[in-house]
């Protein structure tokens, strides 16, 4: 009982400081994000997630781990401006300019942004048609339960759809990013999703891939992959 409490102790410290330093890291660099993410990945993302999460017009949408609105703009105009959609980020650096990029009839019509956790998301039960995120798995301490987190927002029948990083060895990332994790093996991903109790759930590798150059010139080129699912519907009585 003792070890099981200070392991439970741990893992409560551990996640603080990972949020605390990724807090730091993306309240730094929030004023120029949008030009450094260009630099690692294109808007084909985007469009393979929206895709995955099967967003339309008339949908509530969850954009976790939403940083500057990248992701959250391009459901907005997914959804024909019909619908509504709430943006939750850790930073509220990264939320302000979130709110500039948006601009003022967005945010008082369709969109709403929320400070908030991955693994703790400031959102009810059952609440979303579609959640999705981008490259928001390798910053959390327990990327397991960020997916326990989308798939308990999410109503009967929606889908969510995340998109991040395969398995690498480009430590640099840690150091100069605030990464916490080095991608993800695939099938690790797949039975994650299934857990939090989705189906149809799909793993599969994006058109593009997320480029970088370290501070000190080194290269790379990380494969870049799509997960989604779907909650099941409840069983119709006979």
């Known amino acids: 009982m003792r070890k099981s409490r200070q392991g439970r102790r741990r893992r409560t410290h551990g996640s603080v400081r990972v ?10 660099v929030a004023s120029r994000w949008d ?3 260009e630099d690692f990945f294109d808007e084909t993302v985007a469009d393979s ?9 008339g949908n509530t949408v969850v954009d976790v781990g ?7 703009r391009e459901a907005v105009m997914q959804m024909q401006g019909i619908g509504r959609v709430v943006g939750v ?5 990264m939320l302000e300019k979130a709110e500039d990029n948006l601009g003022k009839p967005a945010l008082h019509g369709s969109v709403e942004f929320r400070v908030g956790d991955a693994e703790n998301i400031p959102v009810q039960d059952d609440f979303a048609d579609a959640v999705v995120g981008n490259m928001i798995l390798h910053h959390c301490a327990r990327p397991k339960q960020a997916v326990l987190e989308m798939a308990r927002i ?6 969510v759809a995340v998109a991040d990083l395969e398995k690498h060895n480009e430590r640099w990332l840690r150091e100069e990013m605030a990464d916490r994790w ?14 939090a109790g989705l189906e149809s759930v799909k793993v599969e590798l994006a058109r593009t891939k997320c480029c970088g150059i ?8 990380i494969g870049i992959f799509v997960a989604s699912g779907s909650k099941p519907k409840p069983m119709a009585r006979l």
């Open 66 to 72: 939403c940083g500057t609105g990248f992701l959250t």
């Open 19 to 28: 949020r605390a330093r990724a807090r730091k890291y993306f309240a730094a």
């Open 182 to 195: 080095l991608g993800f093996d695939l099938a690790k991903v797949k039975k994650w999703f299934q857990d």
């Open 49 to 57: 997630i929206l895709k995955a999460s099967d967003v339309k017009p």
């Open 214 to 221: 370290s501070l000190h010139g080194r290269k790379a080129e």
């Open 89 to 93: 980020d850790l930073s509220p650096s």
């Open 35 to 37: 030009r450094m993410r």
């Open 154 to 159: 999410l109503k009967e029948g929606g889908r």
